[in-house]
């Protein structure tokens, strides 16, 4: 899944570059690492990437390793509901039973062994039982910006430490994040799965049958008219996420049909979900300045400075994000990183659109 | 004079481009201007600018109507003393009685009538009596950071509200500097003099004889060995400012010889002495933000910034002072300006002189 546009990496991330495509964590983009990890647990051949219109050119050329029908445009973001239904399709207009597994193109894995272990006892999982398969983060704070996994009963015969999930939490306030952490009975949900596609299609038959219906058959016939039929299919489809249209629904006990299992993975994983995540991928140097590239710090502290090429020196600062690119500039207050969309809302106020 | 370095304007200002050289209050720099607000009272042929070797090229640049040898290079810096006594012989070399107006080349002034007004008044004054005469500003706040001028009597003849020095007052403490303001007996030493060649002459030969020696007739002999003649002299120059080896100790009355006069003038002066200047010369939003460039502030206030080619965002920050450049970026607490040059120092200490 790289369809995502975050805006809140600007002015890294813009219009025609996207987090996903952004070089945040290291020297490769986060996704052409999310596809570097499954090597060589799964060969290039086997990747699907769905993506938007106006950023499949730039996939394609980050992954030149694919074939063109590997990456996969949607006319619109409709949330990961339908990008997951699309993807289905695809799989099943080729293998008619598969195991499908979902990654996010946009997060950060630094144990990408554990990462691969995990993965391989999710497929076991999916491929022995009819189940939609999570992957848990055991919670190393009492986060209130991820949702919650609450865990069930343990499932013997699975390997890994798997369980059935007993249900899925939003975003929690604070206090209720940090019964959550207290608790050990709740996991950060990463947005990774595994099924059988044929499982994926019982529970979309079960809780989301008109998106099943509206995706069916989209690739069967002639690949020269596919992308008409995506836009008019992609007309009718809600925006909603998989995780509200079928997990919670298909985690409750009374719902019969597949069941949600969860294994608790510990691979480094980080959804870099804003620039507070930098510190954690970088580092920090004594006075809690974490940065990437030239910077010299003047008795300032907790920092976070992302400059590619150009020196940034700090001056009596503190609690600072600083993220320099070609023609633009941002400093934020470090506790005003979810802020950072006020700033291209501000940019298309002005007309100022060669900054989006 | 233009032979300052301005560390305090980093990264605007580097080793090849001070201050002066900066556009850094409108579109010219502050040298340009400097010229330009002495027409019509002087043509650009009266004008000597005496800069240091490292500059001289790009002085030359900014002023093409100036002939090459109105543009002098000191072999070294030396402060005041010696750049001024180097000038009165420069003079003298091609007259032997002038009136000698020295004027700063990194002063901003936003009433250049008013300034050429009090600049014909101290010429006026210059001319009528043997004094050295100095222009004082008249406070606005117990500013530490300048010299200070006691007015004593007035000159009843002098047209411009003229009076005698009775004393010159280093940079005060704060409580001082309050004293000096509620007495309204002080003005701010803008480092603008006027005098007569031979008045100064006497004054140097009084207060500062060896200086005056080693200088003696360097223009005499053949213009190709002059640059020698200089380095040999500037070798042997004490590095002090022309204020205190010649301006007070001629104030006291005790003195005898040239005496000092003042002149208060009123003309927008502001000897931006670091960017905190700025936003007198920018003014600035309703929340406090003097910014030059393209700025989107977000519920960010009192902020100082100047971007004269990249998109600056701020987003909740306050009491910041940001300024950028092609390859460097300074950001900077606003009561810490004067610390500016503890970065260029690091720099220094790291080796990354590209950046000084």
Chains 1, 2 share one sequence.
């Not at 080729?94 to 006892?121: C, K, N, Q, W, Y």
């Not at 190393?140 to 013997?156: A, F, L, M, S, W």
């Not at 609690?319 to 950072?340: F, G």
Request: proline share 6%; with cysteine; net charge positive.
């Amino acid at each position: 899944m790289a369809g995502g546009h975050g805006t809140r990496f600007w002015p890294r991330s813009r219009r025609h570059i996207p987090k996903q495509l952004l070089p945040i964590g290291g020297q490769r983009s986060l996704l052409q690492e999310t596809v570097r990890r499954l090597h060589p647990l799964f060969s290039a051949d086997r990747v699907l990437v769905v993506t938007n219109e106006a950023h499949a050119a730039a996939v394609r050329r980050q992954l030149p390793q694919l074939r063109r029908q590997q990456v996969l445009a949607e006319p619109q973001g409709r949330n990961t509901l339908a990008c997951l239904a699309l993807a289905a399709e695809w799989i099943k207009a080729r293998e008619s039973e598969a195991t499908m597994v979902v990654l996010p193109a946009d997060h950060v894995i630094s144990d990408p062994r554990g990462f691969r272990r995990s993965l391989r006892d999710g497929c076991e999982l999916a491929e022995g039982k009819p189940a939609l398969v999570t992957f848990g983060i055991r919670p190393t704070r009492p986060d209130p910006g991820y949702g919650y996994i609450e865990v069930g009963d343990p499932i013997h015969d699975a390997a890994g430490g798997a369980a059935w999930v007993r249900s899925f939490r939003e975003k929690p306030a604070a206090a209720l994040a940090k019964r959550y952490l207290k608790s050990g009975r709740y996991l950060w949900n990463s947005g990774m799965f595994v099924w059988r596609t044929s499982v994926f299609d019982t529970a979309l038959e079960q809780h989301a049958p008109l998106v099943r219906a509206t995706l069916r058959g989209v690739f069967g016939s002639s690949a020269t008219k596919l992308a008409g039929r995506l836009r008019r299919a992609y007309r009718q489809l809600p925006s909603i996420a998989v995780d509200v249209a079928v997990m919670e629904p298909a985690a409750s006990r009374r719902a019969g049909g597949p069941r949600v299992a969860v294994i608790a993975a510990d691979l480094g994983w980080n959804d870099v979900g804003s620039w507070v995540a930098m510190p954690e991928l970088w580092g920090c140097d004594q006075d809690g300045n974490a940065t990437a590239g030239k910077v010299v710090p003047i008795e300032s502290g907790n920092c976070i400075v992302y400059t590619p090429e150009r020196l940034v020196a700090l001056v009596g600062v503190k609690d600072l994000i600083v993220v320099d690119s070609d023609d633009a500039l941002l400093i934020c207050a470090r506790d005003r990183a979810q802020d950072v969309r006020r700033v291209t809302d501000e940019l298309k106020r002005r007309g100022w659109v060669r900054y989006l």
